[in-house]
């Protein structure tokens, strides 16, 4: 049986072998189990190598057997290493990585097969492969001891024949480009990345996954995804280029990312070409050094430990799940950058990402979505995109007119998605005028769903406005037409309806550090429930909110006549107050007159008119004392539809901060008491 009649090919594969020769592979042979412990490039290199069409049986046995024989299992290399001390000399496969010791005047390279970061490397080996200096290299190494020469570095990498492609002709990579179709081009470079081009037919999901190719091929691109599990979001990446580095959770010190002072290594920002922080919810970023630092790469490429400086280029994706409905976001998502840890919601962070890949809208991972058919052996495609990174189709970008009211923050993320875009399926530089809108379109979408959150997240310092060419009134994506409803009438009746027990309390985002990052609403409900006299509290909350709503609790009890609650009611209800909506926990004090109002509204079954928001504490004995973030406040209650801003009376010197344009829509109601702000909330006539 022949090789093609086990792995059938499409007319398309066969057109991909007759074009592009030994740059292509057959993936599925590639995912033969036996070579599950190669990375997929290697295995890919050695099948196009190695394997022949009338000899592939035998062939791709030899490789296995090669693999087995000089691959040692991890407990088999102190056996390894007994084999190098009793012979001198060992010859392995392994991932070999040099670097040079100024200091000591060696050149040093880690051989993880024997457990050793100091086998001494000549200088011929480097000035011939100088791969082995660039985050090294995957091959077959022969190592020999020599304790004579060096007692402190015994071993000595005396041959290496790579398994990994040497730099491309970028150049041909383009002509090639010249003899598909567009679809074809695209179909070929999903199935080089590793997946199965016929299984994502629609071409917006086959845009959106190339979109995660966009840090590898364009420098210092910042992108997030989140979205469900198991839709590959690190898929392309990580297994397409050894130039891709990925943390997966757990701790990030500014010593293995920016450089170590004491070692005086550059971490892996300086070392890859892209980051990857995978399952991103469970990684903890060590030190606000590692935060204030990022942001500044982030913005400029360059990055300072100590003494130390050091310019990089290497771009970032931060990825982790999302819960959906259907397919789109979970609608109790106030933005959508709530899975991520608290240190990353910061808008100078956030304003410094470029895109935002919507990962709701990815199939989920299957095996028919692995390729099976033809495309660029791995390593080959990985080192192309590498080296395109050194072509810019900036000025392509920019001749698109765009709606006015970018910033340049906006202006230059949809000039690198766009080059990047380009790269990937015009390598030649020359799109269509419908397909360069195309791809700037999609660029601007990615932008505008950062720019969304931030104006979600911060309402007081960044306004809402499109990103777009000019030509375009709005994005077709289902949640940029729909996130301000999702964000600010999630279970949010009080906006239009006048409900019992319903209130809107306002507060202030705070970072870690106690920075503001602009208001929000706090959306609270009251029930009255048959039972014994009570408090129960659900929803986000700490113990220091907690503390405040059994604080305002106690005052209506001492106080429920006066407030229009009758004794029968207070004796027999339980009241249940359920935060639907809250950005942090230190809201609660600030909150008291929303949650005062809430509790009387339930107790009192009287309903809080549409469309009020409530700001103060509240003391034991019901006077209303000043809050902090007036302005901020003030701006997230016009932006959630709040008319009437109840404050207190000492907060009035405040307004003087507050923009015009904000007054404009809001009617503040200052206040001194708990009973002034009841009198507003329950006129008379209500209860008359």
């Keep these: 049986m022949s090789l093609y009649d086990e792995h059938p090919l499409s007319e398309f594969d066969r057109k991909a072998l007759d074009v592009c020769g030994e740059r292509v592979v057959i993936k599925s042979l590639a995912s033969n189990s036996a070579l599950a412990r190669l990375p997929r490039f290697v295995s890919e290199y ?11 049986r035998a062939d791709l046995a030899n490789i296995q057997s090669k693999i087995r024989d000089l691959l040692p299992e991890h407990e088999a290399r102190e056996l390894l290493k007994n084999k190098l001390l009793t012979r001198g000399e060992v010859t392995l496969i392994d991932n070999v990585e040099a670097r040079v010791e100024l200091g000591k005047g060696l050149r ?41 020469e060096d007692n402190v570095h015994p071993n000595e990498l005396i041959h290496f024949i790579p398994f990994q492609v040497g730099p491309p002709n970028v150049d041909e990579f383009k002509a090639f480009r010249k003899r598909f179709t567009s679809d074809e ?18 071409r917006r999901t086959r845009m959106l996954l190339l979109a995660r190719l966009l840090p590898l091929v364009e420098r210092n691109v910042n992108l997030i995804e989140l979205g469900p599990r198991q839709t590959g979001k690190t898929f392309l990446l990580r297994n397409l280029s ?16 920016f450089a170590n002072l004491n070692t005086r290594q550059v971490g892996i920002l300086g070392s890859r070409k892209v980051v990857v922080f995978d399952e991103i919810a469970h990684t903890v970023f060590d030190e606000d050094e590692t935060i204030s630092t990022l942001k500044d790469y982030m913005e400029s490429g360059h990055f300072s430990r100590g003494r130390m400086s050091f310019s990089a280029d290497a771009g970032l994706m931060f990825a982790g ?9 979970h609608s109790k998502y106030r933005h959508l950058l709530e899975p991520l840890p608290r240190a990353l919601i910061d808008t100078a962070l956030q304003d410094r990402m470029h895109g935002y ?19 660029f052996l791995t390593d080959y495609f990985g080192e192309v995109l590498v080296q395109l990174r050194n072509d810019s189709h900036d000025d392509l970008a920019r001749s698109v007119p765009m709606q006015p009211g970018m910033t340049q923050r906006d202006q230059r993320s949809v000039e690198r998605l766009t080059s990047g875009f380009i790269k990937l399926l015009y390598p030649d530089g020359m799109p269509s005028g419908e397909e360069l809108d195309e791809v700037v379109t999609l660029a601007c979408e990615l932008r505008q769903r950062v720019h969304n959150q931030l104006c979600t997240i911060a309402p007081g310092e960044f306004r809402t406005r499109l990103i777009a060419p000019a030509s375009l009134s709005a994005h077709a994506a289902p949640d940029l037409q729909f996130r301000e409803t999702r964000s600010t009438a999630f279970q949010d009746r009080g906006r239009t309806e006048a409900v019992v027990g319903a209130t809107t309390g306002l507060g202030v985002m705070m970072d870690a550090k106690g920075t503001s990052h602009g208001g929000n609403l706090i959306l609270i409900q009251v029930s009255a429930i048959n039972g014994s006299p009570g408090l129960v509290v659900t929803g986000k909350h700490g113990i220091e909110l907690k503390h405040s709503i059994q604080a305002v609790y106690n005052l209506v009890r001492s106080r429920f006549r006066e407030f229009g609650i009758a004794e029968s009611r207070l004796k027999t209800q339980t009241v249940a107050v359920h935060l639907v909506q809250i950005s942090t926990h230190r809201d609660g004090p600030s909150a008291g007159l929303a949650f005062a109002v809430g509790i009387v509204s339930a107790l009192a079954n009287k309903s809080v008119p549409a469309a009020f928001a409530f700001s103060g504490e509240v003391s034991l004995h019901g006077e209303v004392g000043p809050v902090g973030g007036i302005p901020e406040k003030l701006a997230a209650a016009a932006k959630g539809g709040r008319k009437h801003v109840v404050i207190p009376l000492a907060n009035l010197a405040d307004l003087s901060g507050v923009p015009g344009e904000i007054l404009d829509l809001i009617e503040i109601h200052p206040v001194y008491s708990i009973a002034e702000a009841l009198a507003l909330a329950f006129p008379i006539s209500e209860s008359a």
């Design 242 to 257: 050894p130039r891709v580095f990925t943390i997966s959770g757990g701790k990030t010190t500014p010593a293995n990312l």
């Design 108 to 148: 040093l390279a880690r051989v993880p097969a024997l457990a050793d970061n100091g086998v001494r490397v000549p200088a011929a080996l480097t000035e011939e492969h100088p791969g082995l200096l660039l985050g090294g290299l995957w091959g077959t190494a022969k190592v020999r001891y020599a304790p004579e």
């Design 185 to 202: 081009w695209m179909g070929l470079v999903l199935q080089s990345a590793g997946y199965a081009a016929g299984a994502f037919p629609d």
């Design 321 to 329: 799940n999302l819960d959906v409905e259907g397919t789109q976001p």
């Design 46 to 56: 050695l099948i196009a190598k190695y394997v022949k069409p009338d000899s592939w």
């Design 357 to 375: 890949i919507p990962g709701w809208e990815m199939p989920k991972v299957s095996p028919s979505s692995l390729a099976t058919g033809v495309g």
